[in-house]
Every structure is written in C-alpha cells, then in structure tokens.
C-alpha cells in the first residue's frame, strides 16, 4: 500500500494533458483517493497519438493505441477511471455525487470552459460547500486573456524563460519548446489545496483556488524580472555557463554524442581538478588561473582545455573518478542511461508495472521516498472506463442505472479510433 | 481571509536555493518560517542579480524573492550548543526541511528525533538519496540537470545538451520538497505519524512527468533530439514577426487548419505536401517561408490577438523588460513592487495561486529578512537568558 498521509482525501479530477493529472497522480502516491473523470466519448489529449507509423509516442504492443500512448501512463497512475460525458442529463448527476463525495475538485480547461459546463465555482459551492476547487487555467481565470488558449510550451515563452535558457549566440528559432510548467505546477497546487483544507478545518468551508500556470512560472525564476527592474538589464541565454564561476561547462566525452558536466565552485575544488588534469600549477599562487577572477577572464582557454582532456573518458567513469576528489561532475543522461546507474537501482527507484496492453517495461519511480509509509505503484494508469461500476456502485447507482448509462454512450470503455 | 497556513511552523536548514523556495511557499501563506543560516552565509544570498550589481548579502535578488515573510537566524549547527538549540526549537515545529550533506541530515535527524514519542516531521533534500553509493556526491544546478535527462533533450543535434534557465531545477527540487512536506504535516495531523521524507534532487527531476527517460521506458523507442522549430510537426516552435517572435504549438489539426485559415491560406491545409506524414519534413522551409510573409507583417500582439480569434495556440515570446506590461500581468498584479528596508522599491512574482480571489489576502509577501535579523528574538522566544544569548555568541554559535 502507498503513503497514507493523504488517506481518506477524496480528489475528483476532471483535467487534460499533466498539470492537472500528474498533481493528482502525486495525491494519490500519497495516500488520496483520487478518480479521474475521464472525457467521453472524446479523447483525453494524452491518449491522441498522430500517425503511429511516425509518433514515437506509443509503445509496441496489442490493444488500442490509446492505451499505448506514453503521454499518457506517467500523469495517471494511482487513480481510478470513469469515463463520462460530462454534458449529458445523466452526466451531470454524476458528477454531483462525485462533487458531493469529493474534498478536492481538480479542472484544469481554458478559462470560462468550466463555468459554461456548468461547472464554475459558484455551482460546485452550491453542491459542496467543503470541497476545495481547484482551477489551472494558463492564465489564470481573470483578465483579458480570458479564453485565450496555450499550453505549457507557450506560457514558458510568456514568462520570459524561455529567452535565457538557449544557446548564447542563437535567435529565440533554435530555441527548444519545454514543458517545465506541465512539471511544477503539479508541486504548486499541492501545497495550494492541502492549504485549503487545513484552512476548512478551521472555517468548515472549502475554497477556490485559481492557479494561472505563466504565474507560477514567473515565481520560479527571481533572476529574469530582477535583472531588469535592479539593473535595467534583459538577461541574455547563458547556456550552461555561470558567470561567478569557471570551469562551469558541459563538456564532450568519448563516445558519439556523450557528455559530461563539471563545475568547479571554489578555489579547492579547482586545485583537485587541476591536480587530476596533471596541470597541479594551474592552481598554485601566482598562476592567474588560481585565482576566480583569472578563470573568469580565461573562461574560454580554461573550457577548451578541459574538452580536450574530457574527450579521452566515458562520461560516467570520468564522473565517478572526479567526484571520488569532491569535484562537481556529472554525466548528461540520455534514455536508456538511468538504467547504469547503480545509485538508482540501490534505492530501488525503479518501478515495473504490468499493464495489459504495453510490454513489461521498468519505469521510472517515486519523486521521494518516505518513512515509514513509503510510496508504491499501487494502480497503473486505468483503462478508459476501467472503473465505470466499482465508482457509480459506490456513489448509489443501480446495476439498472449503469446499463441505461452504458446503454446511452454517457459512459464507456473504449474510444473510437480515429487513426489506426 | 486568514492566511491558510498561519497556525504552521516551518524549520529551514541549509540556506540553499531549493530549502529557501520550499520554505517560501509556507511563508507568504502565513506559515511562522524560520530560516536558520549557517554563519558561512547562506547560498541563496550569493547569488545574482545585485542591485546596480553591487555585492549585498541582504541584497540578492534569488534571496529578495524566496526568503520573503521568514524570519532569519544564525547558527552553527555543526556545534553541540548549536544542536541544543536546534533540538528545542525542533520540538514546537511541524515541519523541518534540511537540505546539508547526507551525513549532516542524518545527524540531525538522529538528533531531532532522538526522544522516544516527540518526533516531527523532516523532509531532507540531497542530489542523490540519503543511502546508496552516491549518497556523498556534491553537485549544483547544472550537473544536476544533467542527470535530469532534461538537458539531452533540452538541445539540438551535435551540439552540447543544456540546462534550463539558472537554478530551474533546483527550484523544481524545492517545490518537490514543499508538496510532500505539507502533506507530511495533514498526515501527522491526522494520524499522529511523523515522517522522515528523503528527496534525492536526481529522482525529484527524473520521477516527474516531463522525464525524457519516462516517455522512453514506456515505449522503448528512443526519440530524437529536438531542433528549435519542428520540422515535422510544424509550426511548433518561435518564427520571427514584425518586432519580435511568436511561439506556435500548431501542427496538428484541427488546429494546424485554423492556422492556415488565420494567415488567409486555407489552400495550405489541404496540400499533401504539409499534411503527409510522410512529405510534412521535407517541406518545412516552404511551409515556414509562407507563415513568416504573413507574420512579418504584424507586431507580436498583434498576432497574438489575431491567432487566439481564430482558436489558434499562438502567444508572443516576451523578454524581461516586457512581463511587466503584458496586458494580463497588469490586470492580475502578476508582479508586485514593495519596499525592501535599506534598499528601497522591489519588484517581485506576485502569488503562485490565489486561494478566495484575485486579490484575497491569503497572499502575502513580507520583506526579506537580514542576514540573521532575528536570532536575538528567536533565542528568547525559546526561553534563552540574555547572559545565555550572549555566551552563545561568544561561543561563536550564534552572530
């Protein structure tokens, strides 16, 4: 059994694509019941692959494509799935037992898409006036950009991120899209919920909590607006350099397409990797690298003298024989190199999941672990509808009820394929 | 509102960048955060941005903004008298969150919770684990990203891997911490458990959802690196307009058809030669040489106003000198400006949520503290003597 810190918090998801579900994935790592309502007879986004010949995205193996989509699977474990049209008559009363059973809503669509389901605040107090709604519109659910749509690439671009983390003598066109908020967001609004109901243990009420993900992105990263308010300055890329610090570089390794990072933060640290280069007198007093402000001023001369000597070593090897000296050293990891690595598999991080449609693979683990109630891989992701009687059992429907449901395609088990 | 987290009380050890932003998520929703510094001075305040770049320790912007509504103390925890003091104030706290060396967190987790039935919660933060052959390893924001898988894919072929923006991931690695640590607190709560959580940085960036190792250990596929612009799944990238650049996220349909209607060639949407699968590649820089004689003609909000009318994902790549006047970060006060006592007006983020409205004071952001503002007050709100406090400083345990 997983943690159980969040035991007996009951989470209704109703959200697309990751910040919403893989926050609630993460609840119930941690002990929440959580169900997911899953879009139907539409698609999730996560479960819509392009052309399997071509999209990467989905995994060999038997079964609807659907079911194969690695978008999918990470953001949706420990959870349970009903597959529901929202919009229907039928719907609607489910979704307000769910609302009534629920501590936690979860609605992550553009702004005002809740409101004109029928869904907004206002309605979901009236159904439950405990519960915490939750929503994670990019841009929040006020203002002029309201109904505006973007995912997490575009709101990184908003932010000002995405200007400072290329490479420096490239246009914002080399520039690769990200998703880092679809990553932290999720670690945001746990805390933003579990806050709400720590405040209606208090008040006996629930709260609305509206999360615009380009906010929470703008929270993360002090350096861009203070560079400019504090020095009227626009920060430029600074690829993998540190302007405090040198060497501070991701360097080649041997190998096609190997890589190794290495900082060295202080004088001490850059004395053992000059003593392990055999160059011991770059770093006795008087040579002007011994000194920060010289390797500052040779930043080049210094990092080209590394690349060569980085060039000769397996990355991982150089790496284990640098830090063995207290050097800062690190191999750049490519799929499938987490798997060398012993430290990983020491602490047991990896996970294997049986899933009925995807070969058995080991996937990748917890984001901590925790005594005593360590964290376990208690549900893989549900299949589309997988849960459809054990949740409407639950919530008071008749074996009659459910048929008529199944019956009238407001629930279901499979989707349409739509490319095959 | 009440603040919803006033009735907490946070311990942070360390003064890293990471324990600095979990502690800043309790703090501006009202929890009491003490951030105990090390007399070495914390990392957090080394880093820049300075004003007018002039060293300060109390002036860093990466401490101006994450230590923001804490209170900040000095000690040595490395001393016994430092451990004394630590382990007093351990004992009302419902939430410790360390970020030292391994064997410097297990000794105060040995140290806090050494009484039989008064332990507290503990969250550590190491790069790699508190166990296992790496558990001794220094590392900082770029090797660390490193192990990530993010930086491989965060790059272009031939070219070195990257990082994200500076301390991206040590951010991240602090958020985990502040997720996991409050539920530790409901946990305890509710069951009365203490719990110990250990956050290795690596798993903290590898286990979340944007992992590249994820997406391949699913399928077994190895995905390529990627460029800037796709060429595949186009327009998905930053192409050049009037006065700046737009980001698109367009190459699928229906959203790839709205997009050709947008720019007024509905004709493009239907050409085999930018929809095939299979002849999509090669005809990129066709595809890109139509998209950018429209947008180079349009300032970037203009296009933005342009492409959201017509339902396309299509937003403007703003610098820092534009965030603060985006039409939408104005409207939500997205960024605050307040006084910082001996320095003057301050900009900062303004909340990451809003808990009750926009504007609903569940929110609030006090100045950052100075450089061990509050170990006099601190000292005696845990019953320490004067002539006590002033041994201790003496003894070089507090400053």
């Not at chain 1, 529901?84 to 669509?109: A, N, P, Y």
């Not at chain 1, 749509?149 to 995405?162: E, N």
């Not at chain 2, 990471?18 to 080394?46: H, L, M, Q, W, Y």
């Not at chain 2, 072929?157 to 990082?163: C, D, F, I, K, N």
Request: hydrophobic share 40%; charged share 25%; proline share 6%.
């Amino acid at each position: 059994m997983t943690s159980q810190m969040l035991s007996g918090v009951n989470v209704v998801e109703i959200a697309e694509v990751w910040a919403g579900p893989f926050g609630c994935s993460l609840m119930g790592d941690l002990g929440a019941n959580v169900i997911k309502v899953e879009s139907y007879p539409r698609k999730s986004e996560t479960r819509n692959a392009g052309d399997p010949r071509i999209d990467p995205r989905v995994a060999e193996g038997e079964g609807p494509i659907y079911e194969r989509i690695n978008t999918h699977h990470h953001g949706n474990r420990n959870k349970q799935n009903i597959a529901l049209d929202i919009r229907t008559t039928e719907g609607r009363e489910v979704m307000s037992r769910l609302i009534k059973w629920g501590d936690v809503l979860v609605e992550s669509f553009s702004a005002g898409t809740i409101n004109r389901l029928g869904y907004g605040w206002d309605s979901i107090k009236e159904i439950n006036e405990k519960i915490t709604m939750l929503s994670l519109a990019g841009w929040g659910q006020e203002g002029p950009y309201l109904g505006r749509i973007m995912f997490g690439v575009g709101f990184d671009a908003m932010a000002g991120h995405s200007l400072i983390r290329g490479y420096q003598e490239d246009t914002p066109e080399e520039m690769i899209p990200i998703l880092h908020s679809d990553a932290t967001v999720p670690l945001t609004w746990i805390v933003a919920v579990i806050g709400s109901l720590m405040q209606r243990e208090k008040t006996g009420l629930g709260s609305y909590i509206d999360l615009a993900q380009i906010e929470d992105i703008a929270w993360q990263f002090p350096g861009i607006i203070s560079e400019w308010s504090m020095n009227n300055r626009i920060p430029k890329p600074q690829a993998n350099t540190d302007a405090c610090i040198v060497p501070h570089e991701c360097y080649q390794s041997a190998g096609e397409d190997r890589w190794i990072n290495i900082a060295a933060e202080t004088d001490l640290q850059w004395q053992s990797l000059a003593n392990f280069m055999e160059h011991d007198e770059w770093s006795e007093l008087g040579h002007p690298w011994s000194s920060i402000v010289g390797r500052i001023k040779d930043r080049k001369l210094i990092d080209d003298k590394i690349n060569e000597f980085t060039k000769k070593y397996d990355p991982f090897e150089l790496a284990d024989q640098l830090q063995a000296k207290g050097i800062i050293a690190a191999p750049v990891l490519a799929p499938p190199d987490p798997l060398m690595s012993p430290q990983l598999h020491a602490r047991n991080w990896f996970q294997i999941i049986d899933h009925p449609y995807i070969p058995e693979r080991l996937l990748g683990g917890f984001l901590w672990k925790v005594q005593p109630d360590m964290p376990s891989w208690d549900k893989r992701a549900a299949l589309v509808g997988e849960n459809n009687n054990d949740i409407l059992m639950q919530l008071g429907f008749s074996s009659t009820d459910i048929a008529a449901m199944k019956e009238k395609d407001i629930i279901g088990d499979t989707y349409v394929e739509e490319r095959t | 509102m009440e603040q919803p987290l006033v009735d907490l009380r946070v311990l942070e050890i360390g003064g890293s960048v990471a324990v600095s932003a979990a502690g800043k998520k309790f703090a501006d929703f009202g929890a009491n955060v003490i951030k105990i510094e090390p007399p070495t001075i914390s990392e957090v305040r080394k880093i820049p941005p300075f004003p007018d770049d002039n060293f300060h320790i109390d002036h860093g912007a990466m401490h101006l903004a994450f230590d923001t509504s804490k209170k900040s103390m000095i000690l040595d925890y490395s001393t016994n008298s430092g451990k004394e003091i630590l382990k007093r104030m351990s004992s009302d706290s419902d939430l410790i969150i360390i970020d030292l060396p391994a064997k410097d967190s297990e000794e105060l987790i040995n140290l806090i919770n050494s009484d039989a039935g008064s332990s507290t919660n503990i969250v550590t933060i190491t790069p790699h684990g508190m166990d296992g052959p790496y558990k001794d390893r220094v590392e900082n924001d770029l090797s660390i990203f490193g192990w990530s898988t993010r930086s491989h894919r965060h790059s272009i072929s031939g070219r070195a891997p990257l990082r994200y923006g500076p301390y991206a991931g040590i951010v991240q690695i602090g958020s985990t911490a502040a997720a996991v640590g409050i539920a530790a607190v409901w946990g305890r709560k509710a069951d009365g458990i203490a719990r110990v959580v250990d956050i290795s940085g690596v798993e903290a960036l590898m286990g979340n959802v944007d992992s590249a190792f994820f997406l391949w250990a699913v399928n077994g596929a190895t995905q390529p690196r990627s460029s800037g612009q796709s060429r595949g799944l186009y327009p998905m990238g930053a192409y050049k307009c009037k006065d700046g650049y737009m980001l698109f996220s367009a190459g699928r349909d229906p959203m790839f058809t709205k997009l050709c209607n947008a720019i007024g060639r509905p004709e493009v949407a239907k050409d085999q030669r930018f929809i095939d699968p299979e002849q999509r590649p090669s005809h990129f820089e066709d595809f890109k040489k139509i998209l950018e004689e429209w947008l180079i003609t349009k300032n970037k909000y203009e296009a933005f106003d342009h492409f959201q009318e017509h339902g396309v994902m299509a937003c403007p790549v703003l610098d820092a000198s534009e965030l603060q006047n985006d039409p939408q970060t104005v409207f939500r006060q997205s960024y605050i400006v307040r006084e910082q006592p001996g320095l003057g007006d301050i900009t900062l983020a303004g909340p990451p949520f809003r808990m009750g409205g926009l504007h609903s004071d569940s929110w609030v952001s006090t100045a950052a503290p100075n450089f061990g503002q509050h170990t006099n007050e601190i000292l005696k709100q845990y019953k320490y003597s004067n002539d006590e406090i002033i041994a201790l400083f003496r003894a070089g345990v507090t400053t």
